[in-house]
């Protein structure tokens, strides 16, 4: 049973620290897509990558967010330094981009407080 | 040009009725909709999807409704159980091919 992981699931940390989150797509899924979903915003994109290469992220804070897939089993979100109003559930998904059919599979997500 | 409006924010349905949730959408280029359900701290998972081409779509008690015309799209769940009870995303397709535009979501309790 093919799953998209994410570690840490739970990150507590203190304004300024710098969080690192990770993602392990599914095998043989050729896009990456990072969401933060808020009460207040619900679901948000954040950035996405086909073939490790990004392809989108107008929806990421640059100064303070960064995104990238060191390889294809990998994808890493990362936050530095880290706000309060970054506190939030950050999901991965991927999937497999080849026409017009495709599906996204989510991470159980990594629910980041900040302090 | 790319927002998903969905509605209600809410529901709360008796166990055995039907729950209808309500999305619209302004950009005509959009050419996927799936929905997501998502449980309390998981991820959002595919429930069902449809493509403009066709009006409607069902699996098992889940029904996708499409009306091109009016660029509208509901998810109807028949004979509603407590298990469905979680928040559901309808979402839609942007023209680049594999971005998805979400919805607000709608907390649904099915009370038994």
């Known amino acids: 049973d093919a799953r998209v992981t994410q570690t840490p699931r739970h990150k507590v940390t203190e304004m300024g620290q710098e969080v690192t989150m990770r993602c392990q797509p599914i095998?043989?899924?050729?896009?990456v897509f990072w969401y933060r979903q808020t009460m207040m915003q619900g679901l948000e994109l954040l950035a996405y990558?086909?073939?490790?290469?990004?392809?989108?992220d107008s929806g990421m804070p640059k100064d303070r967010f960064s995104a990238e897939m060191p390889d294809a089993t990998l994808a890493t979100l990362k936050i530095q330094p880290s706000e309060p109003r970054d506190s939030a559930v950050y999901f991965c998904?991927?999937?497999?981009?080849?026409?017009?059919?495709?599906?996204?599979?989510f991470g159980p997500g990594t629910r980041l407080t900040v302090t | 040009q790319q927002q998903v409006k969905q509605s209600p924010q809410s529901l709360i349905v008796q166990k055995g009725g039907i729950s209808i949730i309500n999305c619209a959408y302004e950009?005509?280029?959009?050419?996927?909709f799936p929905w997501y359900q998502q449980f309390p701290g998981k991820g959002p998972a595919l429930l069902i999807a449809?493509?403009?081409?066709?009006s409607e779509k069902k699996e098992g008690r889940f029904t996708i409704s499409f009306n091109k015309s009016a660029k509208q799209f509901s998810l109807h769940i028949m004979d509603s159980q407590p298990g469905d009870s979680a928040t559901y995303f309808c979402?839609?397709?942007?023209?680049?091919?594999?971005?998805?535009?979400f919805g607000e979501g709608t907390q649904l309790t099915v009370n038994p």
């Open positions: 990558f086909r073939n490790r290469a990004p392809l989108d």
């Open positions: 095998l043989g899924h050729n896009t």
């Open positions: 449809i493509r403009p081409d066709v």
């Open positions: 998904a991927s999937g497999l981009v080849l026409g017009p059919s495709y599906e996204q599979y």
């Open positions: 950009n005509t280029a959009f050419d996927y």
């Open positions: 979402a839609a397709r942007g023209p680049s091919g594999s971005r998805l535009t």
